[in-house]
């Protein structure tokens, strides 16, 4: 016979799993999955949002969103709306 558990102990026994999985998993793997998960929350952010998020994590003042921002769509003086280092524009 299985025995009940409250839904605090269900939540411990949740935790402990949880524990023991990860204590199990590789480096990669949980990469992997801390990849996924923090992509999959960020799907419905629009760029104010992540702006606001990306300032917050690094505690500055735009400085790494200007960063990222660059990266994702440099501005160049010949093309101010290329998108790449190779001038390809939108």
Do not use: H, W
Not at 21 to 43: A, F, G, K, R
């Amino acid at each position: 016979m299985e025995r009940k558990l409250t839904s605090n102990q269900l939540q411990q026994l949740k935790e402990k799993f949880c524990a023991n999985v990860v204590d199990n998993m590789e480096l990669d793997t949980l990469i992997e999955i801390v990849y996924d998960q923090l992509l999959e929350s960020y799907y419905r952010y629009d760029q104010q949002d992540m702006k606001e998020e990306i300032v917050s994590y690094f505690c500055d003042d735009d400085q790494e969103y200007n960063t990222l921002i660059n990266e994702v769509n440099p501005y160049t003086n010949t093309n101010p709306e290329a998108v790449s280092d190779y001038g390809v524009g939108k």
